[in-house]
């Protein structure tokens, strides 16, 4: 070739790939990089053949017809995805089109065509369009490879070269001056006579194509004018089957490499081994480094590599395999991979494709890839899993080492038997039944089966049979992938078995959790209800079936519930609150008391995911405990009767106040008792408790022990002495007998409880103190105060919170619980066992008036267990004359009652009290007089009686007179 050709192309790659082709072979090739550069050059640089990009911006279809009006034919590269370019081409005016990929014989052989059509058009032109022009026109018809017919006007054949004689089937003597359609099959005559007609009557160029016999021809009608009339017209008709069945061989080529290269697990990467430049990646390589195929395309190595500068140099020194680089993730994430390379050229470029394996989560490949392989085989021969290929007649066309190495047989050996014996027969018409219905559709096919390994070992294996399909979507061949999965279907099977059994623990859990009087309320982090038991219904405002996922603030009563209050505290702080008691006010259960535990829920990831709450009804138990420690008393005092229960919450009160407390009472009630009550149960029982007997001091020796002393302050006084007051600083001062202190005294002790200030004696230095005052006196200090004894403003100094103790006689209840835990005491003090206090003796101590009062208890008791040896305490373990004292002394009068007693209600009952023999027998007639006079009321009966009730109850009982 000496022509020159004109490329516009707005790929430089592909520009410059024509280029360089059509400039070995000798052309002029003249570069246009847009659509008016080559509208120019086509006018006056000569160009014989223009090689046009379609893609190019402005008016392809409009520069092409121009071209062919300058006699300058056209090759347009054309989209891939563009339908029938043939007859868009031709109705443009071009001469050809071409697609990617481009191929240097297919350049080659369009550019030789368009130069010799150039040729035939510019003599046609230069001699005037006439048929008749001798011998050079004929020569330079001889010379085009087309069939080339001239005609005149009225359409008869003037001029036709040896191709066109040939096609036609007759000589230029024979044919030559006859009809031109007269000279064609029907089938080509009819479709040329309307092609003939539309040329014409447009007098434009026309293009058709037809089959005949297996070729496809291609015919061009061109008008030939003189000019303004039409004076004939030139037939160019071309076989283009050679080029079509290479188009279609090529584009089968690239599906078939397409479906392994896009289906390969591993990435695909071609490069410019020049630069470096990534010119193609299958879409592993895309999902393995996180780019778009464009943004990948327009990267290199060094892009991809950490160690660019390493992977540089191995793309350019021809390695074949690398076996360790790290390369980088879109996000900057390293990973190691294998790499395996194969270099070659493409289209006059040196390439290099690579196969990268990312082995983060798989061991290294532990066998090189052997030089010269398939590229097939490069993909698939060191996958671990069992990949073969097959015929659709079944028989075996490839299988890779690791389904030699299950089934123990030779790679080589296998290959031509049949894939489907290895199947069950179910399976084996499954597959034949899919191999004939696979396509585009269902190109997919997958089974799971059981085999035998080469060891005899039964495997499962998972097949995964892919079609592989030609450009008709017909079936080549079958790529069967098989994946043991022997594990999966132990570790399914394990999970099923799991499975049941979490259900049989979740229905178990469901029926505990139902049966559970407890009411249970789980919520989520957000306290929003997850479940709830039917115990919980009563504690919410809703059905049960209405509370999940509603907030548990709208569900209660209000929002200061101490219910949400402990659950809110527990997903704050994500601690467990234990034991928190409450009162709530339920509509259908009114006030009871609950115990609230509440549990935080962790997840998997061990945080906080919520709460479980568990309410517990201990109504009951808070009266039984609340009966029990009635029964059992208070801080070491016993007794249960109701003056003493009221004493106790009196008690109660009074403890955590610091202000003074006058406790009276009888002799023998517990008034130091009391005292220490007060102050071990205060805020001051880490403090001492100092106690003071004004009683047996004198007046000179109280002030002193009260207020201390300093040194020579009065004779005998060698040394600095603490005081009571000094000594119970920050605790509790118990001032017993305070009604028999000196009017002196109590003239100091008011300034002291007035202003908590006090002076030592012989001493001017003022000191404060922080002591909390307890007083104590048998004495009635409202007579002292009428008497003048006692000054009034300390009475009423003192008086601020009295607690009046009854005398035992007024709590006869208490006597039974008095005299066990004497019997305790003296128990373990004696090292006896003390059972019980006789009947007898009961109905005895039951009707004394005991004057000493619990301490005359304790004494008698005290003399009792001395002469027992163990078990009930009998009459004849008591002192004889206290025996006949306590018999004889009957409840004392009114007049003969302490100050605490005297009231109109307790003289109208002494008074009124039924006067009874104690020496007497107590039979049945005098039980039931004595009833009759009590009015039934069985515990005053008993007292009358002289006899303990329960003695009472169990004579009522064998007379059979309970009721």
């Known amino acids: 070739m000496s022509s020159t050709i004109l490329v516009a192309m707005s790929d430089a790659a592909i520009h410059t790939l024509i280029h360089d082709i059509l400039s070995r072979r000798g052309c002029r090739v003249l570069s246009a990089s847009s659509l008016e550069e080559a509208e120019n050059m086509t006018g006056t640089t000569g ?110 054949l003037s001029v036709a070269n040896d191709v066109g004689l040939r096609q036609i089937g007759g000589d230029s003597d024979n044919v030559v001056g006859r009809p031109y359609l007269s000279l064609l099959p029907r089938p080509s005559a009819k479709l040329l006579r309307e092609t003939l007609e539309q040329v014409k009557a447009s007098g434009k160029e026309r293009r058709v194509e037809e089959f005949v016999n297996g070729h496809v021809y291609s015919t061009t009608v061109r008008p030939v004018f003189e000019g303004a009339v039409l004076s004939g017209m030139v037939v160019v008709t071309r076989d283009h089957s050679a080029q ?87 996000g900057g994430a390293q990973f190691p991979v294998e790499m395996s390379m194969s270099h070659f050229m493409n289209n006059d470029r040196d390439v290099c494709t690579a196969y990268i394996r990312d082995i983060s ?59 489907f014996p290895e199947l069950a027969e179910q399976e084996r018409r499954d597959l034949r ?24 070992e039964p495997r499962w294996l998972l097949w995964t049979n892919r079609a592989i399909l030609n450009n008709r979507g017909e079936v080549q061949e079958v790529q069967a992938v098989g994946r043991d999965v022997t594990e999966r279907r132990e570790a399914e099977r394990a999970l099923s078995v799991a499975t049941e059994e979490k259900e049989r623990y979740r229905r178990n859990l469901e029926a505990t959790f139902r049966s559970i009087p407890d009411a249970i309320i789980s919520v989520d982090s957000q306290c929003r209800v997850i479940a709830t038991n039917s115990a919980a219904s009563p504690f919410l405002v809703l059905e049960r079936a209405k509370v999940r996922g509603k907030a548990m603030e709208d569900l209660v009563a209000d929002s200061g519930n101490p219910c949400l209050t402990v659950v809110k505290q527990v997903l704050t702080s994500g601690k467990p ?52 420690h009635e029964r059992h008393g208070f801080r070491g005092i016993i007794g249960r009767s109701s003056r003493m229960q009221d004493m106790y919450k009196l008690l109660e009160q009074l403890s955590s106040l610091e202000s003074t407390v006058l406790i009276l009472g009888e002799s023998g009630t517990g008034k130091e008792l009391v005292a220490e009550a007060l102050h071990y149960g205060g805020p001051r029982a880490s403090a001492s408790m100092i106690k003071v007997n004004c009683s047996a001091l004198s007046e000179s020796l109280l002030e002193s022990e009260l207020f201390g002393h300093v040194r020579g302050a009065f004779t005998g006084a060698v040394r600095d002495k603490v005081g009571r007051i000094q000594a119970a600083q920050g605790g509790s001062l118990f001032l017993d007998e305070i009604g028999d202190i000196s009017p002196l005294i109590q003239l100091k002790l008011l300034r002291f409880l007035e202003q908590k200030e006090y002076e030592r004696v012989g001493e001017s230095k003022t000191h404060s103190a922080d002591v909390r005052i307890i007083a104590a006196t048998n004495v009635d200090l409202m007579q002292a105060v009428k008497q003048g004894t006692f000054r009034e403003d300390l009475y009423y100094r003192l008086n601020v919170m009295p607690v009046a103790l009854p005398p035992l006689r007024e709590r006869q209840a208490d006597i039974p619980l008095l005299a066990d835990h004497f019997l305790e005491v003296f128990s373990r003090q004696f090292k006896k066992t003390f059972s019980k206090v006789s009947d007898e003796v009961m109905d005895i101590f039951m009707s004394y008036g005991w004057p000493g009062n619990v301490r005359e208890l304790r004494h008698i008791l005290e003399h009792a267990c001395i002469l027992c040896p163990g078990g009930a305490i009998e009459l004849r373990h008591m002192r004889r004359d206290l025996v006949e004292q306590m018999r004889m002394s009957a409840y004392p009068t009114a007049a003969n009652l302490p100050f605490a007693e005297r009231d109109e209600g307790m003289i109208a009952m002494r008074e009124q009290s039924i006067p009874i023999n104690h020496n007497r027998k107590v039979g049945r007639e005098v039980v039931l007089e004595v009833l009759n006079q009590c009015g039934g009321n069985k515990a005053r009966a008993a007292r009358e009686l002289g006899i303990h009730r329960a003695t009472l109850y169990r004579k009522l009982k064998r007379w059979g007179l309970e009721e």
């Open 47 to 156: 160009a014989e053949v223009a090689f046009v990009d379609m893609s190019l911006d402005g008016d392809v279809a409009g520069f092409i017809y121009r071209c062919r009006s300058r006699n300058i034919p056209v090759v347009a590269l054309v989209d891939s995805h563009l339908e029938h370019p043939s007859d868009y081409i031709a109705d443009i005016g071009g001469m050809a089109h071409m697609k990617m990929p481009l191929t240097r014989d297919l350049i080659e052989s369009l550019a030789r065509q368009g130069i010799e059509m150039h040729r035939c058009w510019k003599a046609l032109s230069d001699n005037g369009a006439c048929p008749h022009s001798g011998l050079q026109m004929q020569e330079v018809l001889e010379a085009v490879d087309d069939a080339v017919f001239l005609l005149d006007a009225d359409m008869y």
């Open 361 to 419: 989560q798989h061991k290294m490949v532990q066998e090189a890839l052997q030089e010269g392989a398939r590229l097939y085989r490069a993909v698939v021969e060191d996958q671990t899993e069992l990949i073969c290929r097959y015929a659709p007649d079944g028989l075996l066309t490839f299988v890779n080492g690791a389904y030699a190495r299950f089934f123990g047989v030779d790679e080589d050996e296998i290959i031509g038997h049949e894939f």
């Open 577 to 628: 609150v234990r034991g928190y008691e409450a009162k709530l006010d339920l509509p259908s259960l009114g006030e009871r008391m609950v115990e609230l535990n509440c549990t935080p829920l962790i997840d998997p990831d061990k945080e906080h995911s919520g709460a479980v709450l568990v309410i517990r009804d201990v109504s009951r138990i808070v009266d039984l405990e609340k009966r029990l």
């Open 244 to 330: 079509r069945r290479s188009e279609e061989g090529l584009a089968e080529s690239e599906k078939r490499y397409r479906s392994v290269y896009d289906a390969a697990r591993d990435a695909i990467i071609m490069f410019d081994r020049a630069d470096g430049s990534i010119l193609d990646c299958n879409v592993a390589a895309r999902r393995l480094y996180g780019y778009s195929e464009e943004a990948m395309l327009e990267m290199s190595i060094a892009d991809l590599s950490g160690e660019p500068e390493r992977s540089m140099d191995v793309i350019r020194s021809g390695t074949g395999r690398v076996p360790l680089q790290y390369h980088v993730r879109k």
């Open 433 to 456: 039944h899919w191999v004939r219905q696979a396509g585009p559709a269902e190109p997919v096919f997958d089974r799971e089966q059981q085999v035998l390994r080469s060891d005899g």
